[in-house]
């Protein structure tokens, strides 16, 4: 298989930075969202954010649909916005270079207890490439 190099999605919801970064909320009276990851300035629905709170720990699985996969994901979680669109910078972070190894789904594990009781926000941005 081959693929084509399609660049950064990012969770949809509230630009910041530069290029299509964006950052979304999760209240602390929420367990459970699910966003768009939307590819380029157009958000191109190509798969899904997903949060899930358990405890002390939020669960960040990002999933894209065939014919799309990721070989990077970058994630931000604090209580303060994002102010850095970088992603490399982010402190969450998985990243593949053989192609055999490219996936369509990754689950980060947060530890929130830090942020009991505040709002988070959350940057999540995937490197997408496309099956040819």
């Known amino acids: 298989r081959t693929f ?4 950064s999605a990012w969770a949809v919801g509230m630009r910041f930075g530069t ?8 209240l602390s009276s929420e367990n ?4 768009v990851l939307g590819l380029g300035n157009n958000n191109i629905p ?9 405890g002390n ?3 960040v699985t990002f999933t894209t649909n065939y014919p799309y996969v990721m070989n990077q994901v970058h994630l ?3 209580n303060v916005a994002p102010v850095n669109s970088n992603p ?3 402190p969450y972070q998985y990243t593949v270079t053989d192609p055999a190894q490219y996936f369509n789904t990754y689950t980060f594990m947060v530890d929130v207890s830090a942020y ?3 709002t988070l926000y959350i940057a999540a941005h995937a490197h997408v490439l496309i099956t040819q």
């Open 4 to 7: 084509a190099d399609l660049g």
């Open 19 to 26: 290029g299509n970064a964006q950052y979304m909320t999760f």
């Open 116 to 118: 009991a009781g505040q």
């Open 88 to 90: 490399g910078g982010f």
């Open 46 to 54: 190509v798969g899904t954010v997903h949060l899930l709170r358990q």
């Open 57 to 59: 720990f939020l669960f």
């Open 76 to 78: 931000y979680v604090s």
């Open 32 to 35: 459970e969202k699910t966003v």
